[in-house]
């Protein structure tokens, strides 16, 4: 009995020592202060130091501690950094300072962290780095102003440039012992590169995310007024794709603010606008409801009147649009709520603020078209007086410019877009036979077309098989004997005589939809009709057949021709496979292809129409552009990869559909990093799997190095490929098409640039009528250029 008796003895001594050593101390005093902040005074002396704890909920919920102090001579004062809650939330210990506790159990005792701030912090158990990768606490402005970046070098976080910013990195928060780190983003921009060299697992891959970590960055506003009522507020934000619920957004609020002293309740959440910001608006009862404060765009830009998101030029006609309608492509926009879909546009303005991430901005900077955000664009008559009319709109970062404009202006601009002269396409006639893709080669392709020749060219890269499909090409012969026997050649000279078809639209819709039913209609040359069967006959019985376009005007540098002409599965019930070799005869002449050769002055009596053939399989997991650049971004050494769930293609998506972006490394274990998550999948989940990353940066590294050597490229910066993939229903990788980049420069220095849009206000005249006269002009931004070593001079 005496050694149990002897054990209470000490375990009751130890009790009445700590109960010395930490003792709970009522209030004499608790007020709120002109920022909003809650104020404690205790009684104290220097013998001790004190800390402050806070529930949320009296009820239920953990309580934290959300500050601490060395005491004073009479009293001590104690506050936090957020908006107080009630006095009865809140309790004070004193500590004895002989006796120091370690209250976030990392081992080194409160005092000696409180002595150390920013290297160390006694709320904070996470490990102690050096200052040139960041810090544990922000105790001042000081501080905060040493590890912030503020410049043009922000690598794809281009909504950050010349803002003053400290990323952060959440770890632990699925625990109970939650850790913060503040990055030295002078060394560190990107949160890979500080997880790499603290060595935080799992952090340095890029593109997903890590249980229990959540990352982002700290962003000051000094002219912005905070919660407290003052200017100058400190935002926090999650990563772009980061859709996190309340709870874990309030954890990260907590957490970092009470890891930053320097704050004085001036801390607000910002809902990124890709997945946040919806799911924000889903739960924002709960954030009404609890002390975490939300900045918007309109409260982050209340007092800015102008923000000049993509500098640019255009021309085209005023016009106030419904989120909900679709504008003409030669609109000037005036948009009073932000559309969820932006169409190609031939200028943008908002009344509401944008962000440079926003889709909105994405679409101007892919199109180089200008896009501003006007405070109260309507309510200033000089803009409201010109609704309806053409107008010059002009985006800089000093001001804009919109003003009404002559018609003639609008035709020099539209002219400066075309080339000066005629252009005509080369075609071999020669090839008279339909022949397997393996048989022919990259210089074919004047006489099966482009994306034929491109495809075949791709079978000799060494990819495994299935990667590029097999299939067979169908000769420019064979079209240009058909419009020949069938007097169809003659009908379009007819056509383009016709005053009315020259400068009516309507008119050239109508009778071109006509030309359409004829071709379809017709019959084929006998010959043609046995060689079509016979390639028919070596597809497996049931076989769906894909027949797509391949001419001799399309997928060019700087001309891409993509959505031009129309490719069509043949089912095994609809017979001949001629039907649907005729379905795409026909789509050289819909009204789409035919305007886009009017702009271009390109010959319509040479363009040929070939016809690329292989089996067709259904179910497609996903569907994907991919470039050998980063044309959205403007980062170094990275793929973009554009992918869209299913059947669903990228360059003709759903309204409601959002594809997957990426930004893939370019170099071998380079990592990549999710732009935009798809919403058609599972939070968290990706449509691309990691295998297929890896392979697609193997097969874009090669075709970039094999097509610009069969381009005669060189070692051109500037030229570019663009493949479109597909994920099949077995999880297989296959390669549908490669083409050069639109932004690719034409390859012979003597051609004549042409540059913008496609929209245009007028039809244009033929190819044999004067040219409109017009400078050529190069827009801002990346030129849409017209390639001309094939074409010649007409």
């Not at 001042?140 to 950050?160: C, M, N, P, W």
């Not at 959205?632 to 793929?639: C, F, K, N, Q, S």
């Not at 003709?652 to 999710?674: F, H, K, M, Q, R």
Request: proline content about 8%; aromatic content about 10%.
């Amino acid at each position: 009995m005496k050694p149990s008796i002897l054990a209470l003895l000490l375990l009751l001594c130890a009790g009445l020592a700590a109960g010395v050593a930490a003792q709970e101390l009522p209030p004499s005093a608790v007020f709120v202060d002109a920022t909003g902040r809650v104020r404690v005074q205790v009684p104290s002396s220097p013998d001790h130091y004190y800390r402050l704890y806070v529930r949320d909920d009296l009820d239920a919920g953990p309580e934290w501690a959300v500050s601490m102090a060395l005491g004073q001579a009479g009293t001590t004062t104690l506050s936090e950094s957020l908006s107080a809650y009630p006095a009865s939330h809140y309790r004070v210990v004193q500590q004895s300072i002989a006796d120091p506790d370690d209250l976030d159990g990392d081992g080194i005792d409160d005092l000696t962290e409180l002595a150390n701030l920013g290297r160390q912090g006694p709320l904070n158990p996470a490990a102690e780095i050096d200052f040139v990768d960041g810090a544990v606490s922000i105790p001042d402005r000081a501080t905060f102003e040493a590890l912030s970046y503020q410049g043009k070098d922000v690598l794809i976080d281009t909504h950050l440039e010349d803002l003053e910013f400290v990323k952060f990195y959440l770890l632990d928060t699925n625990t109970d012992n939650p850790k913060v780190y503040f990055m030295n983003t002078v060394t560190h921009r990107a949160h890979g590169r500080f997880a790499s060299a603290i060595g935080i697992p799992g952090g340095g891959r890029p593109g997903r995310g890590v249980a229990g970590q959540m990352r982002g960055e700290i962003v000051y506003h000094p002219a912005v007024m905070s919660p407290n009522g003052r200017l100058g507020v400190y935002r926090f934000e999650f990563e772009p794709n980061d859709s996190y619920a309340f709870a874990d957004v309030r954890l990260g609020y907590e957490l970092l603010a009470k890891n930053m002293p320097l704050l004085e309740n001036n801390l607000a959440y910002y809902p990124m606008p890709q997945a946040a910001l919806p799911r924000y608006r889903q739960e924002k009862a709960l954030y009404d409801a609890s002390r975490v404060k939300v900045i918007l765009d309109e409260d982050i830009y209340a007092d800015t009147r102008y923000i000049p998101l993509n500098p640019a030029e255009g021309y085209g006609l005023l016009t106030v649009m419904d989120p909900n309608a679709r504008p003409n492509p030669r609109d000037i926009v005036i948009y009073e709520a932000l559309p969820n879909e932006m169409p190609r546009v031939g200028g943008i303005i908002t009344t509401v603020p944008q962000t440079p991430l926003s889709h909105v901005n994405l679409r101007a900077i892919q199109d180089h078209v200008p896009n501003a955000y006007i405070a109260d664009a309507l309510q200033d008559p000089a803009i409201a007086g010109l609704v309806g009319k053409h107008v010059y709109y002009r985006v800089a970062a000093d001001g804009y410019t919109l003003r009404e404009s002559t018609l003639a202006e609008v035709e020099a601009h539209y002219a400066g877009l075309r080339p000066s002269e005629p252009q005509v396409p080369v075609r071999d006639l020669d090839a008279t036979e339909i022949l397997p893709l393996d048989a022919i080669g990259f210089e074919d392709w004047t006489r099966f077309g482009v994306k034929a020749a491109n495809l075949a060219s791709m079978r000799r890269f060494g990819f495994p098989e299935g990667t590029v499909p097999d299939g067979f090409a169908v000769p420019f012969a064979f079209y240009d004997a058909f419009m020949q026997q069938n007097g169809f050649y003659d009908q379009v000279r007819a056509l383009l005589a016709d005053p009315a078809f020259q400068s009516d639209y309507d008119v050239q819709e109508a009778r071109l939809a006509e030309l359409r039913e004829a071709i379809e209609a017709a019959d084929m040359p006998p010959a043609m009709l046995d060689a079509l069967a016979a390639m028919q006959a070596t597809f497996p019985v049931g076989q769906s057949i894909r027949c797509r376009s391949s001419t001799n005007n399309e997928d060019l540098p700087g001309f891409s021709g993509a959505g031009l002409y129309e490719s069509y599965t043949h089912k095994p019930d609809e017979g001949h496979i001629a039907k649907s070799i005729k379905q795409v005869y026909a789509s050289t002449w819909t009204f789409r292809a035919f305007d886009e050769r009017q702009f271009y002055r390109i010959d319509h009596f040479a363009t040929a129409m070939g016809v690329l053939v292989h089996a067709n399989y259904a179910d497609e997991a996903a569907n994907g552009v991919g470039v050998t650049v980063d044309p959205i971004y403007g980062t170094r050494d990275t793929y973009y990869l554009n992918t869209q769930v299913g059947e669903n293609l990228v360059t003709n998506p759903d309204a409601l559909s959002v594809p997957e972006e990426i930004l893939l490394g370019a170099a071998e274990g380079s990592g990549y990093t999710i732009v935009r998550p798809s919403n058609q999948v599972a939070a968290g989940e990706q449509v691309l799997s990691e295998a297929h990353l890896e392979a697609l940066r193997r097969y874009l590294g090669v075709i970039q190095q094999r097509f610009q050597a069969l381009y005669g490229a060189g070692d051109d910066p500037g030229f570019a490929m663009e493949i479109e993939y597909k994920v099949t229903a077995e999880d297989g990788l296959e390669i549908k098409q490669a083409r050069p980049w639109l932004g690719s420069d034409p390859l012979d220095p003597g051609a004549t640039p042409t540059a913008g849009a496609t929209a245009r206000p007028s039809p244009t005249p033929a190819p044999s009528a004067t040219p409109v006269p017009g400078a050529t002009r190069e827009p801002e931004g990346q030129p849409y250029r017209l390639y001309l070593p094939q074409l010649r001079r007409g």
